[in-house]
């Protein structure tokens, strides 16, 4: 069974701040993929980034990028030079084998202006 | 763009009732999902859909069904609400079989269940 955990509830920073949240995953699959999400307050849920295990170079797009340790089963997200816009709720998730995407209890971040 | 949409944003229910919720998404996916969305606990898979008419269980399927009748569709069925069924509910679509692949979610229905 795969399972993914975010630690923190809630974080704030300053706008132009640098941020990371922290997402922990266990799963007994040879092959997966790791997700973060954001869903905006009142907005459609989006995908920010996606890392394939196999690959060892962290995944990055843009302000958004990851930290990716496969041993440590530890798969964190970086915002650069963060916006007001990037505030909202951001849920890991992982996918193995099966079709299905298993979520982490979510980070509330707040950019403060 | 693809586009997955839901029937309704907010919805108000009395105990006992049937519900249905329901998703289309327009870009001719062959997988749907619904979940539902608690503090605390994330989003949690209630039942998906790889081809019309199959579908499959997720984690949490008691006091659910689904149908699937079209490609475009999947509706969610609470048989009879209750007031633990009051949650956020989101659909998503995704486009084949790989676990690469990006899911594309609705804009989700809260349910209140009084």
Same mark, same amino acid.
């Given at each position: 069974a795969q399972t993914v955990t975010q630690s923190q509830p809630e974080m704030s920073v300053q706008e132009a701040e640098t941020v990371t949240l922290s997402c922990t995953y266990d799963t007994s699959e040879n092959n997966y993929y790791l997700f973060w999400y954001k869903q905006p307050p009142s907005r459609q849920m989006i995908l920010v980034i996606r890392q394939e295990a196999y690959k060892q170079q962290n995944a990055t797009e843009n302000r958004f990028s990851v930290n990716f340790q496969k041993a440590a089963k530890s798969f964190s997200l970086k915002i650069s &030079?963060?916006?007001?816009? &990037?505030?909202a709720m951001y849920f890991c998730a992982s996918r193995g084998g099966a079709q299905k995407l298993v979520f982490g209890q979510g980070t509330r971040l707040t950019i403060n202006p | 763009d693809v586009k997955v949409t839901q029937s309704s944003r907010y919805l108000v229910k009395r105990t006992g009732e049937k519900v249905f919720l329901e998703c289309v998404q #327009?870009? #001719?996916?062959?997988n749907m999902f619904w979940y539902r969305q608690d503090p605390g606990l994330g989003l949690r898979l209630i039942y998906f859909s790889y081809d019309v008419k199959m579908k499959e269980k997720g984690d949490i399927p008691e006091g659910y069904s689904v149908s699937r009748e079209k490609k475009e569709r999947f509706s969610l069925i609470l048989e009879s609400a209750s007031t633990n069924q009051t949650s956020m509910y989101l659909c998503a679509s995704s486009? $084949? $079989?790989?676990?690469r692949d990006e899911q594309f979610f609705g804009p989700g229905t809260r349910l209140t269940v009084l």
């Amino acid at each position: 069974a795969q399972t993914v955990t975010q630690s923190q509830p809630e974080m704030s920073v300053q706008e132009a701040e640098t941020v990371t949240l922290s997402c922990t995953y266990d799963t007994s699959e040879n092959n997966y993929y790791l997700f973060w999400y954001k869903q905006p307050p009142s907005r459609q849920m989006i995908l920010v980034i996606r890392q394939e295990a196999y690959k060892q170079q962290n995944a990055t797009e843009n302000r958004f990028s990851v930290n990716f340790q496969k041993a440590a089963k530890s798969f964190s997200l970086k915002i650069s &030079d963060s916006q007001l816009g &990037d505030t909202a709720m951001y849920f890991c998730a992982s996918r193995g084998g099966a079709q299905k995407l298993v979520f982490g209890q979510g980070t509330r971040l707040t950019i403060n202006p | 763009d693809v586009k997955v949409t839901q029937s309704s944003r907010y919805l108000v229910k009395r105990t006992g009732e049937k519900v249905f919720l329901e998703c289309v998404q #327009d870009m #001719d996916h062959e997988n749907m999902f619904w979940y539902r969305q608690d503090p605390g606990l994330g989003l949690r898979l209630i039942y998906f859909s790889y081809d019309v008419k199959m579908k499959e269980k997720g984690d949490i399927p008691e006091g659910y069904s689904v149908s699937r009748e079209k490609k475009e569709r999947f509706s969610l069925i609470l048989e009879s609400a209750s007031t633990n069924q009051t949650s956020m509910y989101l659909c998503a679509s995704s486009f $084949g $079989g790989s676990i690469r692949d990006e899911q594309f979610f609705g804009p989700g229905t809260r349910l209140t269940v009084l």
